[in-house]
């Protein structure tokens, strides 16, 4: 079912009742740490310009996610945002992010196993490896813009040695995936969807080409099982096929790329903290968890409200469209003592971090982007334990969706 005849599909936003703030994009984008900073204590819900609700505080975020009342949103966003149909219209429609129930599963269920925390566990050598090249390659510099030259490398080689995709690819397939990213921020306008159409028809239709040059010549890799498998279970529309992996694409570059980047400008930043990292690499996976939390590359999960759910005595309308605030929940100053403070060795970080969401839609590559994240963490601590930032602290820009960030330029 993909619920387009669903009645409570379409947000009301003239219901948002009063005494509830509408914030604007401008203020959100402007400094969304502080709005939300003074919000929470006084609200758990407040309203947003473009996508109905945001959900602040860290409980009801968390319930939310897994909460059937609050579903995926289907094609709702994409209407929302004057994208009626097309390419980009079609990654909602035909990807697992936004579906529900038995679809959801169906377009999920082929990469849980090759993303389970245990095979991608096996890759953490050649992660490490490939680290430590790139790492070799930014020594040899006098000064390097990290983004570009590291942090968006491990997480664009990795998944394309995982899915098969040629590594002379990455400039292109990277480029287009951080592009298509984009429709999940609040900040574009009319005039650039024909931009984002442009970038979402070239990464399909790259995704296409790969996947019919694998169907005419299969290899002993994941895309070649994967279609397979696809083909002989008959279960995903060859659409679904293309858009699973363009999900995969933008979900597995631009997420990690921009958490890598925030982790090590976070430590540069905290010179303490580097050196404790550095003489210890046990702290590595608790400065990756800090990292994730104080600056999280996703901002919020949309969902839309099924029938009347209510915060605390605010109540979201049924048909509303929610937007899940990580962004907020991970300051939440009733779960994290100081949250403003970066803290590697905070010991209230939930076990399972809410960074990657919960129930259903749970992140597929989280295991990955751990791993890619701690590698890309330790190859420096080892081999340029001096590095230093040589311009401004990169500013991390959005409210929602995957965040945005500067170049981070480093001498070590
Ligand atoms: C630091 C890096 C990452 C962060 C912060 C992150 C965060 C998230 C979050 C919050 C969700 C849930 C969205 C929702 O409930 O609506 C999600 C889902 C997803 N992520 Fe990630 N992610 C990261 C890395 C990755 C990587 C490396 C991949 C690719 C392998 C990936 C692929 C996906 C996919 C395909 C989904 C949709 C899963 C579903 O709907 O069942 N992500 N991610």
């Known amino acids: 079912m993909n619920g387009?005849?669903?009645?409570?599909?379409?947000?009301d936003l003239s219901?948002?009742?009063?005494?509830?703030?509408?914030?604007?994009?401008?203020?959100?984008?402007?400094?969304?740490?502080?709005?939300?900073?003074?919000?929470?204590?006084?609200?758990?819900?407040?309203?947003?310009?473009?996508?109905?609700?945001?959900?602040?505080?860290?409980?009801?975020?968390?319930?939310?996610?897994?909460?059937?009342?609050?579903?995926?949103?289907?094609?709702?966003?994409?209407?929302?945002?004057?994208?009626?149909?097309?390419?980009?219209?079609?990654?909602?429609?035909?990807?697992?992010?936004?579906?529900?129930?038995?679809?959801?599963?169906?377009?999920?269920?082929?990469?849980?196993?090759?993303?389970?925390?245990?095979?991608?566990?096996?890759?953490?050598?050649?992660?490490?490896?490939a680290a430590e090249s790139l790492v070799r390659d930014v020594l040899a510099e006098d000064e390097v813009d990290l983004v570009e030259r590291y942090t968006s490398l491990i997480p664009a080689q990795t998944i394309a040695?995982?899915?098969?995709?040629?590594?002379?690819?990455?400039?292109?397939?990277?480029?287009?995936?951080y592009e298509v990213s984009r429709v999940l921020s609040f900040t574009f306008g009319p005039e650039d969807i024909p931009d984002l159409e442009a970038a979402a028809l070239a990464l399909q239709d790259y995704v296409r080409a790969i996947l019919e040059a694998r169907r005419s010549s299969p290899q002993d890799d994941f895309l070649s099982r994967f279609l397979a498998e696809a083909d002989a279970a008959g279960e995903l529309t060859p659409q679904e096929?293309?858009?699973?992996?363009?999900?995969?694409?933008?979900?597995?570059?631009?997420?990690?790329r921009v958490a890598g980047a925030m982790q090590v400008a976070l430590l540069l930043q905290h010179p303490e903290q580097w050196a404790a990292v550095s003489r210890d690499p046990g702290l590595i996976p608790a400065a990756v968890a800090e990292s994730l939390r104080y600056e999280?590359?996703?901002?919020?999960?949309?969902?839309?409200?099924?029938?009347?759910?209510?915060?605390?005595?605010?109540?979201?309308?049924?048909?509303?469209?929610i937007l899940l605030s990580t962004l907020s929940a991970l300051r939440d100053e009733a779960v994290y003592a100081h949250p403003d403070t970066f803290?590697?060795?905070?010991?209230?970080?939930?076990?399972?971090?809410?960074?990657?969401?919960?129930?259903?839609?749970?992140?597929?590559?989280?295991?990955?982007?751990?791993?890619?994240?701690?590698?890309?963490?330790?190859?420096?601590?080892?081999?340029?334990?001096?590095?230093?930032?040589?311009?401004?602290?990169?500013?991390?820009?959005?409210?929602?969706g995957i965040r945005r960030i500067d170049a981070l330029r480093v001498a070590a």
Do not use: K
């Open 4 to 11: 387009t005849d669903d009645p409570t599909r379409h947000a």
């Open 296 to 321: 999280p590359s996703v901002g919020s999960a949309g969902r839309v409200a099924q029938e009347d759910i209510a915060l605390d005595g605010h109540v979201v309308p049924a048909g509303s469209m």
């Open 241 to 256: 096929v293309v858009v699973q992996l363009v999900q995969m694409i933008i979900g597995g570059t631009d997420t990690t």
């Open 161 to 177: 040695d995982i899915l098969g995709l040629p590594r002379d690819d990455i400039p292109r397939f990277t480029r287009l995936a």
């Open 15 to 129: 219901a948002i009742p009063d005494g509830v703030p509408t914030l604007t994009v401008a203020e959100l984008e402007a400094d969304p740490h502080g709005v939300f900073r003074t919000w929470r204590p006084r609200l758990p819900v407040v309203g947003h310009e473009v996508a109905g609700y945001l959900v602040l505080r860290a409980r009801d975020v968390d319930l939310l996610m897994r909460d059937p009342r609050a579903r995926a949103t289907e094609t709702l966003y994409p209407e929302t945002r004057g994208i009626p149909e097309g390419t980009l219209f079609d990654i909602f429609a035909h990807g697992m992010l936004t579906a529900n129930g038995t679809v959801h599963r169906r377009r999920r269920s082929p990469f849980t196993r090759t993303f389970a925390a245990r095979m991608i566990e096996g890759l953490r050598p050649r992660i490490r490896a």
């Open 343 to 400: 803290d590697i060795r905070r010991a209230d970080l939930p076990r399972l971090h809410p960074i990657f969401g919960g129930g259903a839609h749970r992140c597929i590559g989280e295991a990955l982007a751990r791993i890619e994240l701690e590698e890309g963490l330790g190859a420096l601590m080892r081999l340029a334990p001096d590095l230093r930032l040589t311009g401004a602290m990169p500013a991390i820009q959005g409210h929602s």
